[in-house]
DNA sequence: ATCATAACGCTTTTT
DNA sequence: GCGTTATGAT
């Protein structure tokens, strides 16, 4: 009798210590905090608090193992030792935490037995940086890191015992895919046309998400002479990954899955090495992925699932919100808690997003609902045209920063990149300064790429496809001939383009351009034998002078050769870095593994401040004061292709909610009536998902004259605000020394300065002196006419210059 | 091998 | 409307 009275007050003593321990959290946090063992479904909103939930859990399973979801009392417990827990249940005294913790924890779990998954490099990031910070050194042995490097790390250590690849394998990015799919179109006399390499790549990726291989692909063809050709190259492609021994981003996750399923040795080690499982965006995760994490789980399912099915965006890519929605059928016995309290936005926002998403049907049913006040209504702007709209977007931003926001408090989001360039236009032009992301990445550049190409061949010279890359490239006088009779020896003798190129004078073919081949594979061999020799900065250097291909940028000395020659040596900058955060030990293959599997994405947060602009899909995760969702029409958003289609649609909407969400205080949704779009012009009915949200939340604006190109007659010569302002996409082409930062702003034709609604100038000119009721006394130093208002530089004695619209400054400010 | 011209064809894209 | 790419001429 007093047993269990014993173990109950002990178990009701330790439950308040591990919860005092979260209290920062909200119940249902905490719930799913302390819900350690067996498999978990956290439904968490947008806006949630998801990571700070996924941080305090892992704290918990480190400091107090599974003693937050059992019954169960140490046998060892004592009559002092409960009294004290008593004690401090009630008093928490800092001094005794320690001991408590100690006592409490049943069972804690070592970090390097926690795996946490998520989608990209910057959330892996993201939390590890914030699990350091919680748990100090401890932090360091949890794997967190995306699915991809996770399966990159199982690959190298066991890939062998597939007896396909070797552990040394290379992973090639989409575009080295995609040309590898052209060139198995150009062999198979397929036309590119009839046969577009994306979706070639596409139906292979669905095929690998399915398990189908190339073999049974060709086989299920049947007579459909479209997926017979399309099998053909399946067949192809997958022999010739083979035998460059590399691995495409789904083959680093399927090859793991075989790998796990087929070696009862290595399955049972991860199954038991990994004890507790959490896996982030889990509504973004495809088949494979399932396959690899419920491989993981094994027989002790302790796994947590995170993620949100209304924010689902990424089906197009084989991401099924199927995993999210049947969850709790694959994994018996599961709990589900669901996060609905929101932190970010206010409820204005809120109850639009709600009233948006809730017209899906394909739902598991929540609604977010927040204490951070109402807020102001939504704006729906409508705009004459496209011009328009960005110079109204342009026009509030710059009032907004003008009465002390910050630029980098608003974003601008759009449904696809071709919509950034109007929006550009009028920032520049208003003097805002902006970046734009997702567009030409660093790593894309044809000569980083190159220089990759190099580190990729001399890691791997079987690797034909980079080979093929660098051979003539700067030009060795091995023209596409001399690479093709080689392909063709490789192919006859089932050899590696490198090593028929090495012999190349066996071979009568290749009689002519032997010397050359020569002189290339021996450049390569030496350049392999320095690799144990150098560091890897060293050796970058060695490959960039020997290859000769420095040199032949700066031989042909144009503007673009020199920004290629920067971008050349900015790389150097990168494999520095890579080596400090790696001790200082810089190992070739790990280099090129972390590139392989590195956006640009990640160096998202710079100490730059501009607006920042993206599509909607790359702002999920991400939340500003003020958000402008522009394009909001049919044919655009949702997009054409979606129309008529339930499923997209629904994906449409999804996309619709995560970019609404993405404001914690202002909405803003434009839209044009007439837009200028692939040269054509076409008139657009406004977007569905406006029409779903309530009238009460919105504020409808329409173009008014005073927006209509009221811009035009501040004239172009006036550079000097433009080059202050000066955004931060310029300023990075003017680093690069790139060729557009000269391009001026395109004078665009139409509308000539009305000069409108004539703001009435209320009698302020350059050169005034003005009291303001904030920044005091100052001068004008500069008036110019925008948006039916004028922009006002002024100088101020005690703040320095700042820029007003002047209707908004008038109603502070007097002349004096 | 390199340049010029024409023709095309266009979502979204964590890895 | 624009940027990419294929093709042909030097």
């Not at 005092?20 to 905090?33: D, G, I, K, M, Y």
């Not at 005294?93 to 795996?115: K, Q």
């Not at 629904?650 to 202002?666: F, S």
Request: proline residues 3%; neutral net charge; glycine residues 6%.
């Amino acid at each position: 009798m007093s047993d269990t009275n014993f173990a109950s007050r002990w178990l009701s003593a330790r439950r308040r210590i591990i919860e005092h321990e979260f209290a920062s959290l909200n119940p249902e946090q905490r719930r799913a905090v302390m819900a350690t063992e067996g498999p978990l479904l956290l439904l968490a909103g947008a806006g949630s608090g998801k990571t700070t939930v996924i941080i305090n859990r892992i704290a918990n399973l480190i400091r107090f193992g599974r003693a937050s979801d059992t019954e169960e009392t140490p046998g060892s417990a004592t009559e002092e030792e409960l009294a004290f827990l008593e004690r401090y249940a009630e008093l928490f005294s800092p001094e005794d935490r320690e001991e408590a913790r100690r006592l409490c924890a049943l069972d804690p779990a070592d970090p390097w037995r926690i795996m946490a998954i998520t989608f990209t490099n910057k959330a892996a990031d993201e939390l590890k940086t914030r699990l350091a910070k919680m748990l100090g050194e401890a932090a360091n042995d949890i794997w967190a890191a995306t699915f991809h490097s996770v399966c990159v790390r199982i690959l190298r250590k066991d890939v062998d015992r597939l007896g396909v690849f070797t552990s040394s394998f290379t992973i090639y990015d989409t575009a080295d895919c995609q040309s590898l799919i052209k060139r198995i179109l150009k062999d198979l006399d397929l036309d590119e046309k009839k046969f577009p390499p994306r979706s070639i790549l596409s139906v292979i990726s669905g095929a690998k998400d399915e398990r189908v291989g190339a073999q049974e692909f060709l086989d299920s063809a049947g007579a459909d002479p479209w997926r017979k050709s399309i099998g053909r190259v399946y067949m192809e492609y997958s022999r010739r990954m083979i035998e460059a021994n590399a691995m495409d981003f789904d083959d680093l996750i399927l090859h793991t899955v075989e790998l796990l399923e087929q070696n009862e040795e290595v399955r049972a080690f991860y199954q038991r090495k990994f004890r507790y499982l959490l896996v982030d965006e889990y509504q973004d995760t495809n088949m494979l992925q399932y396959r690899f994490v419920s491989l993981l789980a094994g027989e002790r399912q302790n796994i947590c699932v995170v993620g949100d099915d209304d924010q689902g965006i990424y089906k197009f890519r084989g991401a099924t919100i199927e995993n999210i929605l049947s969850f709790e059928k694959q994994f018996k016995n599961c709990r589900v808690i669901r996060l609905e309290q929101n932190y970010r936005s206010t409820e204005m926002i809120l109850n639009a997003s709600n009233a948006v998403i809730s017209n899906n049907t394909e739902r598991k049913g929540k609604e977010l609902w927040t204490k951070n006040g109402r807020g102001e209504k939504l704006t729906l702007y409508e705009a004459a045209n496209e011009n328009d709209e960005a110079q109204y977007v342009a026009s509030k931003i710059l009032a907004g920063f003008s009465q002390g926001g910050n630029w980098s408090d608003y974003a601008i989001l759009y449904r696809m990149n071709a919509q950034s360039n109007q929006l550009e236009h009028a920032l520049k032009r208003n003097g805002v300064p902006y970046r734009v992301y997702g567009g030409m990445k660093f790593y894309d550049r044809a000569e980083v790429k190159d220089m990759m190409a190099y580190l990729c061949v001399v890691n791997n010279p079987e690797d034909d496809l980079r080979l093929r890359r660098i051979v003539n490239n700067p030009p060795r006088g091995i023209g596409d001939k001399t690479v093709e009779n080689a392909a063709q020896v490789a192919a006859e003798e089932g050899l590696s383009l490198f090593t028929v190129m090495d012999r190349a004078k066996e071979f009568p073919a290749l009689q002519k351009s032997a010397a050359k081949l020569a002189v290339f594979t021996e450049m390569i061999r030496d350049l392999r034998a320095e690799v144990p020799n150098r560091n890897l900065d060293d050796l970058y250097d060695l490959v960039v002078t020997r290859s000769g291909y420095l040199s032949a940028l700066e031989q042909k000395d144009t503007q673009e050769d020199r920004t290629k020659a920067e971008n050349v040596k900015e790389l150097k900058t990168n494999i520095i870095e890579f080596i400090k955060s790696h001790n200082g030990i810089g190992n070739l293959a790990e280099f090129l593994d972390e590139m392989a599997l590195y956006t640009d994405l990640d160096e998202m947060e710079g100490e730059d401040q501009g607006v920042t602009m993206m599509t909607m899909h790359s702002a999920k995760g991400l939340e500003f004061p003020s958000v402008f969702i522009v394009g909001a029409e049919e044919g655009i958003f949702p997009g054409l292709r979606s129309i008529g289609d339930p499923e997209a649609i629904e994906e449409e909407r999804r996309l619709c909610y995560v970019a609404m969400t993405r404001a914690k205080q202002k909405l803003t949704i434009t839209m044009a009536k007439q837009r200028m779009l692939f040269g054509q012009t076409r008139s657009n009915s406004v977007s569905r998902f406006v029409k779903e949200i309530p009238e009460e939340c919105l504020e409808r604006v329409s173009a008014g004259r005073s927006y209509f190109g009221g811009t035009e007659n501040r004239s172009y010569g006036d550079q000097r605000s433009e080059s202050r302002y000066r955004s931060y996409a310029e300023e990075r082409r003017a680093a690069y020394g790139g060729s557009r930062a000269e391009e001026p702003v395109k004078k665009h034709t139409v509308t000539p300065p009305k000069a409108p609604s004539a703001p009435a100038k209320l009698d302020y000119r350059k050169g005034d002196s003005v009291e303001h009721k904030a920044f005091g006394r100052g001068v004008i130093s500069s008036m110019s006419p925008m948006g039916g208002d004028f922009l006002v530089e002024i100088i101020f004695d005690k703040v320095g210059t700042k820029r007003l619209m002047l209707k908004s400054a008038a109603q502070y400010m007097k002349k004096v």
